[in-house]
């Protein structure tokens, strides 16, 4: 089989980028509000348009078939591109604390080294402190979750496509660390999973929780049957008993099996919510396998329904906690996880992070200034998932600025190790023959280099828009960013690299949805005018429209 580069894939379809973003005005009314995280699915849209935010799998499959005959000349000649980064966004506050890009599983105890599945870049471990890609031979790079045989860290199996994201190619598998893969055939593949895991008890037991079922492996992930349809969300398993485990159905409600996952029984009562039920995650005690904890959102709005706890098994629920941690995003990040040596001490999030050691009698919130946990530079908000390591004390969240490390149970988070180059661009210019760099980015505003790629430094938050460089003068450049509360981003402009800022906004209606792309085109333009950024503004057009765009 011809050796398929994912990096090929992104640059095959970050072509529709150069038409900005396109309106539908049957679907987005004009000044509708828009969330932080909607501006993500806004976006995918209006690439794939017109098949909407995930490509279909027939769409998907003929891309990837059109790369496989590709002549080798081809891929020869992409082996010469050489990344520039970013290997970290320094945080101008402070220095040595990074942003990357948006993860979303976490391992950190297989024998080896951390390990890295993200949204948009692959899969990642470390050689010493340095990101290595394991996943070059992949056919996707969005990777929703994955794990390592417990006894044998060369097999790693991953689940593929994000949630209302980019849309995945199924489970892969790999017995040498990542330097071939293997496509494991499911009967109907999901485009995408929330969760994979090998049982505790018996490693040759695989359970992975996708967008269309539960499926099981009984030969360590080579082949898998599905269990429970629906769009199922988590997997707990008993690590005392592997027949009790837990699982959710979005839309739906909590499920139990008594029976290794052949049979599920939907919990009704106790106090439990069992109606109204949206995207949820669980976490189970290792240390008091009884003692589970859901973090459940309303299906009708995405907005935090409570933490439920239950210390019996699931006969009986506790609502925990009444802060609404997800604001109205729980179906983009929902997280939580529970010590291994402490049933008390619990870590969970949503848009912001909260942690409890007294089993959710009072909680700390990280994005709080008045809190003595408050953490304005380690943290990114949007919590995507977090991992324990069996001693109780480390712990990793991954969330969409990147990754961050914990070495006393959750106290205090360092950002030192943050360094993947995974980050998702809206649009990039590039200026100085390759010294100046600048982007857009989702979730981490608007950035760039100005030594080559030696360092980065964040200069706006939020998400970033179209970015533009003075052909002539490469310490002047423009930026677009915003927080997404409507599409009318902020245009910021500097003379000085960045070091200091002005708007940029006169002339620019701030209502409404506004859609443009910035070009830098010297043989359109008057000679007085040259090297002047252009803005392509439209408002409420056609997607035709807006793509038609000089």
């Keep these: 089989m011809k050796v398929f580069r994912p990096f090929l894939f992104l640059v095959l379809i970050s072509v529709s980028l150069f038409y900005g973003f396109r309106n539908d005005d049957d679907k987005d009314p004009a000044n509708k509000p828009i969330s932080k995280s909607e501006y993500r699915t806004k976006f995918l849209e209006n690439l794939h348009y017109p098949y909407g935010v995930m490509l279909p799998r027939e769409v998907l499959d003929r891309i990837i078939k059109s790369i496989e005959s590709m002549p080798d000349e081809g891929e020869k000649a992409l082996n010469s591109w050489v990344s520039r980064g970013p290997f970290g966004i320094n945080r101008p506050e402070n220095p040595g604390s990074y942003y990357s890009g948006r993860v979303l599983d976490i391992e950190g105890e297989n024998g080896v080294s951390t390990r890295v599945g993200t949204a948009g ?52 598998r790999t017995t040498n660390t990542g330097s071939s893969w293997t496509k494991i055939t499911l009967t109907s593949d999901p485009v995408c999973f929330y969760k994979l895991r090998f049982d505790p008890v018996n490693y040759n037991i695989v359970h992975a929780a996708g967008d269309n079922g539960y499926y099981k492996s009984t030969d360590a992930g080579l082949t898998f049957t599905k269990y429970l349809s629906g769009r199922t969300t988590d997997i707990a398993v008993n690590p005392s008993n592997n027949q009790i485990m837990y699982t959710s159905i979005w839309g739906d409600g909590i499920y ?41 959102t309303n299906n009708s709005d995405n907005s935090t329904n409570g933490i439920y706890k239950t210390i019996n098994g699931g006969t009986s629920y506790t609502n925990i906690s009444s802060l609404n941690i997800h604001s109205n995003q729980g179906w983009y990040t929902n997280m939580i996880g529970v010590s291994p040596t402490n049933p008390n001490l619990v870590i969970a999030g949503g848009l912001i992070l909260i942690r409890t050691s007294d089993g959710g009698t009072t909680w700390n919130n990280y ?41 006393n149970s959750g106290l205090n988070w360092s950002s030192t190790t943050n360094r993947l180059p995974i980050t998702q661009y809206s649009a990039i210019d590039i200026g100085g023959n390759g010294t100046h760099i600048i982007g857009g980015a989702f979730d981490n505003g608007a950035h760039g280099t100005t030594d080559g790629g030696n360092t980065w430094w964040l200069w706006h938050y939020g998400d970033g828009g179209g970015v533009s460089i003075d052909p002539n003068n490469t310490s002047k450049f423009l930026v677009s960013t915003g927080v997404g509360s409507t599409y009318a981003f902020s245009r910021r402009l500097t003379t000085d690299n960045g070091i200091t800022w002005t708007a940029s906004d006169n002339g620019v209606d701030p209502n409404g949805h506004w859609y443009y792309k910035i070009k830098n085109d010297k043989m359109k333009l008057p000679a007085a005018s040259s090297g002047v950024s252009i803005y392509y503004i439209c408002k409420n057009l056609s997607p035709q429209a807006a793509g038609n765009l000089p």
């Design 367 to 407: 994005f709080n200034s008045t809190d003595p946990l408050y953490d304005p530079y380690n943290i990114h908000s949007d919590l995507q998932c977090i991992t324990w390591h069996s001693n109780g004390v480390y712990v990793w969240i991954g969330h969409d600025g990147g990754l961050s490390f914990s070495q």
């Design 121 to 172: 870049g692959g899969l990642w471990g470390y050689n010493f402190l340095l990101p290595v890609s394991l996943s070059d031979n992949l056919y996707s790079l969005a990777i929703s979750s994955f794990d390592s045989k417990p006894d044998n860290a060369s097999i790693i199996i991953i689940a593929t496509g994000e949630n209302n994201g980019l849309t995945g190619t199924g489970i892969w």
């Design 256 to 296: 139990k099996s008594i029976n290794g996952g052949l049979i599920w029984v939907k919990l009704t009562t106790g106090g439990i919510p069992s109606v109204n039920v949206g995207r949820v995650a669980i976490a189970l005690a290792q240390s008091s396998p009884n003692t589970l904890y859901f973090n459940i």
